[in-house]
């Protein structure tokens, strides 16, 4: 318990990702991605194959964007995420070299 409670304590800064896991680290309960100091991203997966995916801002009413993404969903994003990241990384070479 105190563990989870110095995880609350420290807050988040914009841009950060935060992983809460169980059973020794085996196991991801949710992903937490802030966006800006009210928007927050959450992922959590689910047992049936699933991932529920949120968007919340305490200002504004934002129930309306949260989904349910499946499993191929789920893998053609991260697969598109990790290209983009390449991406990135190969932007980031070729500025250097010029």
């Known amino acids: 318990m105190a563990s989870r409670l110095s995880i609350e304590e420290e807050r988040l800064k914009v841009g950060q990702v935060r992983?809460?896991?169980s059973n020794n680290?085996?196991?991801i309960d949710s992903i937490t991605l802030l966006l800006s100091n009210n928007v927050k991203v959450l992922f959590v997966p689910k047992?049936?194959?699933t991932l529920e995916?949120?968007?919340?801002?305490?200002?504004i009413?934002?129930?309306n964007l949260d989904c349910t993404i499946s499993e191929e969903v789920l893998y053609d994003l991260t697969i598109q995420i990790k290209n983009a990241y390449n991406q990135v990384v190969l932007n980031e070479r070729e500025e250097k070299e010029t």
Do not use: L
């Open 19 to 21: 992983t809460i896991k």
């Open 25 to 27: 680290g085996k196991k």
């Open 47 to 49: 047992n049936n194959g």
């Open 53 to 59: 995916f949120t968007i919340s801002d305490p200002n």
């Open 61 to 63: 009413d934002m129930s």
